[in-house]
C-alpha cells in the first residue's frame, strides 16, 4: 500500500503506484518516518563531514603531522604514493554527492529529480560502503600494519554502518 505524506505533514492519500511510502517529518509524520529522516540526517551528515576531510586533504595532511604520517595511517602506503589531490577532491565530490542523495532521499533536504534517481542513487552510496567496509579489511591486506588496524577497528566499521544506513534510508525513504 502506497501512502503519500504531504511536506506538510497531512497526507493526500493518492499515492503514486510505486508501493514506496514518502516520509515526513512534520507534525503528522509517523514514528518510522521521523527515524528513516534521523537516519538519513545522520549518515549524510558523515559523508559530507568525510566529504569535506578529502577535500582538505587536497592540501593538508591534517590531522597528521606529516605526510608521511598521513600516507601510513589514512592510505597504508608511502608518501610517493599518495592519490593526487585531484582524486582527493574527486573523492569529495562523490561524497557530497552520496550526502545531498541519502538525505533527499530521506526528506532531510528537498528533493528534486525523479523519486527513482534518488532511490538508485541512495542504494549505490549504500552498496559502496558497505562493500568497502565488508571486503575492504580483506584486500587490504598488504597496506602498512598501523592502517590495517586502523581499518579494522575504525575505518570498516564506519562504512558499514554508514552503508546499512543508507541502505535503510534507500529502502524506506521517499
Request: proline share 6%.
Given at each position: 500500500?502506497?501512502?503519500?505524506?504531504?511536506?506538510?505533514?497531512?497526507?493526500?492519500?493518492?499515492?503514486?503506484?510505486?508501493?514506496?511510502e514518502a516520509v515526513d517529518?512534520?507534525?503528522g509524520a509517523t514514528a518510522a518516518g521521523r527515524?528513516?529522516?534521523?537516519?538519513?540526517?545522520?549518515?549524510?551528515?558523515t559523508l559530507a563531514a568525510i566529504g569535506g576531510l578529502h577535500a582538505l586533504w587536497a592540501r593538508t595532511p591534517w590531522p597528521c603531522r606529516s605526510r608521511a604520517e598521513f600516507a601510513e595511517?589514512?592510505?597504508?602506503?608511502?608518501?610517493?604514493?599518495?592519490?593526487?589531490?585531484?582524486?582527493?577532491?574527486?573523492?569529495?565530490g562523490l561524497l557530497g554527492t552520496?550526502?545531498?542523495l541519502v538525505a533527499a532521499r530521506g526528506g532531510a533536504l528537498p528533493a528534486t529529480?525523479?523519486?527513482?534517481?534518488r532511490t538508485a542513487?541512495?542504494?549505490?552510496?549504500?552498496?559502496?560502503?558497505l562493500a568497502r567496509g565488508l571486503v575492504g579489511p580483506r584486500l587490504l591486506t598488504d597496506r602498512s600494519p598501523r592502517?590495517?588496524?586502523?581499518?579494522?577497528?575504525?575505518?570498516?566499521?564506519?562504512?558499514t554502518a554508514l552503508g546499512s544506513g543508507a541502505a535503510v534510508v534507500a529502502a524506506r525513504g521517499r
Open positions: 500500500m502506497a501512502v503519500d505524506v504531504a511536506v506538510d505533514g497531512v497526507g493526500d492519500g493518492a499515492g503514486d503506484g510505486t508501493g514506496e517529518a512534520g507534525p527515524g528513516v529522516r534521523t537516519t538519513a540526517v545522520a549518515v549524510a551528515g595511517l589514512v592510505v597504508g602506503t608511502t608518501p610517493e604514493r599518495l592519490p593526487s589531490a585531484a582524486a582527493c577532491l574527486g573523492v569529495a552520496g550526502a545531498y529529480g525523479p523519486r527513482w534517481l542513487g541512495t542504494a549505490g552510496v549504500a552498496t559502496v560502503l592502517f590495517v588496524r586502523l581499518d579494522r577497528r575504525l575505518y570498516a566499521p564506519l562504512c
